[in-house]
């Protein structure tokens, strides 16, 4: 269950259980709400929240994508999260939600009048697809949901809305024993998990698609400079459904996945269905990134 002490709404601090909404909030009957997932590790230099800057500029942007205009600066708002992770004092690692959404007062598709309100919330969260995923792998089925067109949605924004066939994707996945799905764009090839990035190696190559039908992954983005840092020899390129399933090695990045092996895809072991050996260098680089052990790289951590 979600717990904290506070929760950041509108500029101040309340209380975990004050922090309730009216049932006409705009957003919850529309769906044009913007949000971040943004993490903070236990370093030894104690809690430090990653890439907050670069997370808090999507954040905007994707509210100006979406014609919400933040009543806040992203200096308000990298601040507000260092208060609310200072305030709400976790012992472990913690998951931040920033959203920009629309309050009540007016209802219908016009959206302009309507108050455009921010909260952050955070609370201690552990690996989102598993500690065992982490180290052996997961399953993953191709979903019968295609990514969100970008003839018909905002797909860099980071918005509400467009998750809807990502929550049906995962269902489905689960459903038929899987534990992700991995969804493809509208030309039929691999676009991204329901909230990741997909890579995969091929005789030594990193592949990752381009972000032509996926968010733009702060993650991804992280995960491309170490291997640059690494000697990895990388290539941005589609990538097909059955060269997926000949891959050597592949891996989700998030936010929330971290850097998550897949072993099986469509009932295909991937390479030898463990977790490989490539995945496991760039994983463990991430880690060293993300828990302040790189120094090359210690301007991506904000201490709280």
């Known amino acids: 269950m979600i717990k904290a002490d506070k929760i950041w709404l509108d500029g101040r601090l309340v209380d975990f259980e004050d922090a309730t909404l009216h049932f006409l909030t705009h957003s919850l009957h529309y769906g044009n709400a913007v949000f971040e997932g943004t993490r903070a590790y236990k370093t030894d230099r104690g809690l430090a929240i990653f890439r907050l800057e670069d997370h808090t500029k999507r954040l905007l942007e994707s509210a100006k994508i979406t014609l919400l205009n933040c009543p806040f600066s992203q200096k308000e708002l990298e601040d507000a999260q260092v208060e609310l992770l200072r305030a709400n004092d976790f012992k472990q690692n913690a998951y931040i939600r920033p959203l920009i959404f629309l309050g009540e007062g007016v209802m219908g598709l016009y959206h302009a009048k309507a108050p455009v309100r921010v909260g952050i919330a955070a609370w201690e969260w552990g690996t989102y697809l598993g500690e065992e995923g982490l180290e052996k792998g997961i399953k993953v089925k191709i979903s019968s949901f295609v990514r969100n067109s970008v003839k018909s949605c905002m797909g860099k924004a980071k918005a509400s809305a467009n998750y809807l066939n990502s929550q049906l994707a995962k269902f489905e996945a689960i459903d038929a024993g899987y534990e992700e799905a991995l969804m493809l764009d509208e030309e039929g090839f691999i676009a991204e998990g ?111």
Not at 255 to 260: F, H, S, V, Y
Not at 263 to 270: G, H, K, L, T, W
């Open 194 to 304: 329901t909230g990741e990035c997909f890579f995969i190696v091929k005789n030594g190559v990193l592949i990752t698609p381009p972000n032509d039908f996926s968010l733009k992954s702060i993650t991804q983005d992280t995960v491309l400079r170490l291997a640059g840092d690494l000697g990895i020899s990388i290539v941005r390129q589609r990538i097909s459904r059955d060269e997926v399933y000949t891959a050597d090695e592949a891996f989700f990045t998030g936010t929330a996945a971290e850097l998550t092996p897949i072993r099986n895809i469509d009932a295909r072991a991937i390479g030898n269905g463990t977790r490989g050996v490539l995945t496991k260098q760039l994983q463990d680089a991430y880690f060293d990134v993300v828990y302040g052990r790189n120094a090359k790289y210690a301007s991506m951590l904000t201490h709280i």
